[in-house]
């Protein structure tokens, strides 16, 4: 027997329809040098037609790749909704790679048009003789120096069109957007979401058990658009009528604290070291003011106890935690302290990972693939699958990183019965000492937790005696001060005995990738080549 429900795709088309009539008012705010633009929904979806229009005046077609080079910006929205629902495929570009990954990939995918913002044509610039599949430069925003070449206008090409392009009905299994890995490790590589994965993830994003996104928040959106499609947030808003807040360049601690005080979100996405840098500005700001916020959302690498407890204790700030990759779209996990949590124990849930999202599985498996226990004590890699969750990646073949149906994640941890998840390590940072793990992820944690410290970073070194060790790498706060033997004496109250460096560097700053991680590949580097001053403590 077979059901009688009709069967209309999922498609981006369709999110974009809701938004546009049920939110036709909502607006979103872009933050400019000069003051802070508004546009509605409404206006916004009519504009997507216009882009659509001309876009396709210019000759892309289904399956035609579009690239943006973008700030967070209405135009960048903009593109988000018009490309993927006319058809072709959205590829956002990463602003923060090397010139050689950037050509890398926009010809790996074979952009056929590239639009860029201005105040970054010259990026663009570096890479504009490397990348012969590009035949259009469509410019967003005034730029005399021609660096770029014969580009054309966004606004005119815009503007010449009128709004009414009818989104085409498409397969719900569609390619819709291309993202690409940061490349941590080799070339980047490519996943492709499609539509229907896309909807799936904003239906997701607005569960209470998840992000609980809806009509009554207004976000700022601080994680980058190129960053996971900026964790799927542009989509959200118009499945949910969620208000958005866009602050282009504007991605330092203070002029986030303005936008908070002025603009007034309700909820707000970036990385951990956007927050750390928040943090520190907030406590020296007399005239901060989080109010408005109920509450704020990390991801992209593990948050300190220390950070959650500050921004409870100082501004009365719930921090919520997500875990999840590019090849995830990316929500997988959010570590929101299950029901009936006394308020004392409510951190220890939330310094998690994150509790495993309705939609997807999770497991944790041994290296030759035995699936481990839920017990929150035995570790294992991670491993996911679900309806937003890659099976492949485009155009390269990397069967390791799959098994049995389930995307192998790299990350290391333990799993437990209520589906919270610990990652203690990613397979290529975990420390192996005398045959057991030090995860370098608590180390970093609990050193940021002293006063004196803003980052800290650990990566493993070669020890002749134990294999590898940990090195301690510490950028001080401002105008603090402290000792190898003051840290190390901090540590030894809070990890094991034999988890405590030796070795500690102090730097300036650590090294960043393109999506605001920790970029421990650079500090191995630099202690191979003897670049780091290392103190050595027997």
């Known amino acids: 027997m077979k059901s009688t429900m009709q069967d209309a795709p999922l498609l981006i088309s369709g999110i974009i329809r809701h938004g546009e009539y ?66 072709a495929v959205l590829h956002t570009l990463n602003i923060r790679l090397f010139p050689e990954q950037l050509a890398y990939i926009i010809n790996h995918a074979e952009d056929d048009i590239v639009i860029v913002d201005a105040s970054l044509a010259p990026l663009f610039a570096r890479v504009r003789d490397q990348i012969p599949t590009v035949k259009t430069i469509i410019l967003h925003g005034e730029e005399t120096t021609g660096v770029l070449g014969d580009t054309l206008d966004y606004e005119t090409l815009v503007s010449a069109e009128r709004p009414g392009f009818e989104w085409p009905e498409l397969d719900e299994r569609d390619a819709a957007i291309m993202c690409y890995t940061s490349g941590t490790t080799g070339n980047p590589k490519g996943v492709v979401y499609s539509h229907r994965s896309t909807w799936l993830h904003s239906m997701a994003s607005t569960t209470a058990n998840s992000i609980g996104l809806s009509e009554r928040d207004r976000c700022l959106l601080i994680v980058p658009m190129f960053h996971v499609n900026a964790w799927g947030t542009v989509y ?28 007034r979100p309700t909820i707000s996405l970036g990385v951990p070291t956007i927050w750390n840098d928040v943090l520190q500005v907030a406590e020296t700001t007399p005239e901060t003011d989080l109010s408005s916020l109920r509450a704020i959302l990390a991801g992209g690498s593990a948050v300190p106890r220390f950070m959650i407890e500050a921004f409870r204790d100082r501004f009365g700030l719930d921090m919520i935690q997500g875990w999840g990759m590019t090849e995830t779209s990316p929500l997988a996990a959010v570590s929101i302290p299950p029901a009936g949590t006394p308020p004392e124990h409510e951190v220890d849930y939330r310094v998690k990972s ?29 491993e996911i699958r679900g ?37 203690s390590d990613r397979t290529k940072d975990v420390i192996k000492s005398g045959g057991e793990w030090i995860s370098s992820v608590e180390l970093e944690a609990t050193m940021m937790a002293h006063p004196a410290v803003f980052e800290a970073a650990v990566i493993a070194v070669p020890d002749d005696k134990w294999q590898e060790r940990p090195l301690c790498c510490v950028v001080l706060r401002p105008e603090a001060s402290a000792t190898v033997e003051e840290l190390r004496a901090f540590l030894a109250e809070r990890v094991a005995k034999w988890w405590l460096p030796e070795r500690w560097t102090f730097l300036d700053t650590v090294p960043k990738t393109s999506v605001g991680k920790f970029d421990k590949k650079v500090l191995r580097a630099e202690y191979a080549a003897g670049d780091l001053e290392v103190v050595v403590v027997e």
Do not use: C
């Open 22 to 87: 049920v939110y036709a008012d909502k607006k979103v705010f872009t933050v400019t040098p000069e003051g802070v633009e508004e546009a509605t929904f409404f206006q916004i979806a009519k504009r997507a037609e216009q882009l659509a229009a001309a876009l396709t005046n210019l000759g892309v077609r289904p399956g035609d790749r579009v690239g943006t080079f973008m700030w967070n910006n209405q135009a960048h929205m903009e593109a988000y909704l018009a490309v993927p629902s006319m058809g």
């Open 236 to 263: 959200t808003s118009f499945f949910a009528g969620m208000e958005l807040i866009m602050p282009q360049m504007f991605l330092q601690g203070a002029p986030i604290i303005k936008m908070v005080r002025e603009l």
């Open 354 to 382: 994150g509790r495993v999202v309705a939609g997807v599985e999770m497991r944790i498996t041994s290296d030759d693939g035995t699936v481990l226990a839920r017990d929150g004590k035995t570790v294992g890699e991670f």
């Open 387 to 423: 309806p937003w969750i890659t099976g492949a990646y485009f155009g390269v073949e990397d069967p390791e990183k799959f098994r049995d149906g389930w995307l192998r994640t790299g990350d290391i941890g333990t799993l437990d019965a209520e589906g919270f998840m610990v990652v």
